[in-house]
């Protein structure tokens, strides 16, 4: 799958992801816009986007957001909270922006505000705790 | 049929992305409630070794819209929010089961928990709101 004009194939190390993938980007830093084409095996019976595909991808865009920030340290979701607000389909790109809300010497709040062609599907926030902290 | 799945389990995952994920199964009720688990295999993971927390809310949401459409006979439900607290990590070749519970049903939507235990404690747990029906 060859990547949208601007993005670039996001580099995946968790086989789930590699598994349910590909995802793109674009910018640098804890700045980075992740986008994903829905294809067959992302839908449900119905040719909705699953709400497990949404969940992973907005694991991962906010993990790697996490990643970020940082400094590539170990970090794991602690919980994620969603929101569904509108059916997406086969062909449509789901794109996200992460945002860090907080970040405390062990944890990160971080939200994500997912849209398609411009209008808000579905929003996650997480709360992810930085390993190696007490 | 993974090796530690029950043999009267009943799969779930015929097509799309359950299928993708999948294999994920169906139990025999137990005193009416529907059980469903599924063995954690090598595309299951992440990096570090543990199950991916994709994986588990995406089997949550499996189970828990199941039961949604079980209990109120609708053809289709949908998920409006979902909120997910990761307990701890699971690891490769666990059988994971999901216990769902209806909270409340109203007219128009369910309100339902659930428990993702592995083999010794639980790894996952979830409450969340379903339309019924199509999403508005």
Not at chain 2, 78 to 94: M, N
Request: a neutral charge; one cysteine or more.
């Amino acid at each position: 799958m060859t990547a949208p004009p601007g993005f670039t194939e996001t580099v995946l190390a968790d086989p789930f992801e590699i598994h349910v993938g590909p995802v793109f980007e674009r910018g640098s830093g804890g700045e980075r816009v992740f986008l994903l084409r829905i294809g067959e095996r992302h839908v449900n019976m119905r040719g909705v986007l699953h709400g497990g595909m949404l969940m992973t991808f907005a694991d991962l865009a906010l993990g790697q957001a996490a990643w970020d920030l940082t400094d590539h340290a170990h970090v794991v979701t602690l919980s994620m909270q969603s929101q569904f607000l509108k059916p997406a389909r086969v062909g449509d790109v789901v794109e996200v922006r992460p945002r860090l809300l907080r970040r405390t010497r062990s944890l990160l709040f971080l939200r994500g505000d997912f849209q398609v062609a411009g209008e808000l599907i579905y929003t996650a926030s997480s709360i992810w705790k930085i390993l190696g902290e007490a | 049929m993974p090796k530690d799945i029950p043999a009267d389990a009943e799969e779930i995952s015929l097509g799309g992305f359950n299928k993708f994920v999948g294999p994920l199964y169906r139990l025999p009720d137990e005193e009416g409630r529907a059980l469903y688990v599924f063995q954690i295999g090598p595309k299951h993971m992440n990096a570090a070794g543990t199950v991916h927390g994709g994986m588990l809310m995406a089997f949550a949401d499996v189970a828990m819209s199941r039961t949604a459409r079980l209990v109120t006979g609708a053809g289709t439900c949908s998920t409006v929010s979902l909120v997910c607290d990761f307990l701890r990590p699971g690891r490769l070749g666990e059988v994971v089961e999901a216990r769902v519970r209806v909270t409340r049903k109203a007219r128009t939507l369910v309100f339902l928990a659930a428990e993702l235990c592995g083999e010794t404690d639980l790894l996952l747990t979830a409450s969340g709101t379903w339309k019924i029906g199509d999403a508005a």
